[in-house]
């Protein structure tokens, strides 16, 4: 596809990736390049492989978007073993299902992704933390690993080079808090899901207090293409200052729901109207949440937004993990964000007090105001908990991320909260 | 009692982490593929294997929504309710669903073989609404299309 800057768009995450979705069998995956980054790779120490990504300004896809070498940059390379290198896996976002396709269906560059972040930090055992709904994923993995071991990619001495590492696919067993790096730690550990005070952060005591990185699977996925072509070339991915592509989603009522790799930095205008084909026929854009349940509404102001870290944040928003969730004029906002925050409210591991309480709180008031029983005061105790639940407030992020589809509806859909009270039902 | 089987592989389980207690989570899944589900009996035994208390381990397996602390039925109906779902309109399938099976979620239908749950979110949102049964994913599932599905689990 030609595109206006005089290029063709490169797809390097999902070029390979076969029609049907079968994954690419270590035969198919070497015969497109694959494991040729990890050869390249081998040759160079660990700190010059965390160089080359902190140079290509790689951030975290899982929806953070801290910068992926300067994050393995604090894991003390000279300890004793072991470290800990694990793929965050546990894809659970509602409205997310991105990191489901590199899973399925190209399990190798995943593989070969981990052994190049491992190297970096000298980690010599590694964990996919899969979720446990994705069962074609866990297979493929599976295969994947022992393919690769078989191969001579993992295990002892990997090609000679003296570098070894095991690798070993965990499945979940619910509950979104795994999602959260500490958490997912607690849980690979056989406890309860809940955050860890930080510091000390994960780089520096993670599972089973060793070094420890979790990264995200598209972030793993980006490290054979950085090694084989560079870091400029990655930075020359994007439209924007945030390197490499993304993979982008949309899923509501539009005519082709689905995800596509795009360069970073495409607008939301682009991927709604171009990629996802517009809005349905009978129905019009009123607002979309641009990664995630966890993030701030957009509006049809917001449409020229490009969809990078830094513009979405400036749009007073998060990129999140760029898997766009569109409401239109025929669903109700207050509906939709009840059931927001009914998810948040059922998902909160109860583990401080403010979340554990406040949550439940703010979707039974969001309820009330659905079913026509809401009083005007609702309204500010509502933006009291926007507060109260904010950053800062709490022990993880996770309400605060809760916050951010409520607060920015009640910016922007203020009047259809106010109908649903003075009209005592849902006008929808 | 657990059986040698069951045994056999939390006994593997734990040769990959450090120590006993790290492999709870993996022995609570090996047991649940084995009955379907974890009783008070099951899980003494399982914490007795692990060398941890009862209640220790409740406390885990009570966290994942996976690990079910009660019967479920032979099969389980696992039904996204998430926001793409809903926005695409779940609510009719479940309704239908509830009608059909005569129960609502958390019940199992009188001869064991559906138990029905909700759950969020399936990572399918391109394809709402979605719907689990025991293994296989359905996706962009039509109300009407259930009796068909529910059909392959009888």
Redesign the interface.
Known sequence: MERGWGEVMERPLTQHIRKDGRPLTLKEYEAVGGYQALRKMLKLTPKEVQTLVKDSNLRGRGGAGFSTGLKWSFVPLDTPKPKYLITNAD???????KD?ILLESTPHQLIEGMIIAAYAIQANISYVYL?????TAAQAILSAIDEAMAKGYLGNNILGSGYDLEM?LH??????MCGEETALLN?L?????TPRAKPPFPQVSGL?GRPTIVNNVETLCCLPHIVNKGAEWFQKLSLTGDAGTKLY?????VKK???WELPMGVTLRELIEEHAGGMQDGFKFRGA?PGG?STDFLVEEHLDVKMDYTSVAAAGSRLGTG?V????DK?CPV??VE??EH?FA??S?GFCTPCREGLPWVEKILSAIDSGEGKINDLKLLEHHTKFLGPGNTFCAFAPGAMEPLQSALKYFRADFEKHIHEHRCPY | MLSSEEILEIKHAIK???YK??????A??VVQEHRRWISDESLRDVAKFLEMSPEELD??AT?????FRKEVGKHVILVC????C???GYEKLRDQLFNRLGIKYGETTHDGLFTVLP??????????PAL?ID?D?YRNVKAEELNQILEKYK
């Not at chain 2, 207690?21 to 993996?26: N, P």
Request: glycine share 10%; proline share 3%; hydrophobic share 40%.
């Open positions: 894809e659970m976002e509602p409205g997310t299902f489901r979720r446990w709904a994705y069962k070993h499945t979940g067993v619910g509950r979104y849980s550990e056989g406890k309860r899901a089973y989603g949309v899923s509501g009522k729901p689905g995800a949440l349940a898997t969730v569109i409401l239109d669903t509906g939709f059931n927001l998810f059922q998902e591991c | 990959l982490v450090p207690k790290a492999a709870s989570v993996e609570l899944k406390s885990v966290f994942y929504n996976m690990i309710d998430s926001i793409s809903w926005v695409m759950n969020c979110c399936l990572g399918t949102c391109d394809c709402a689990m293994h994913l």
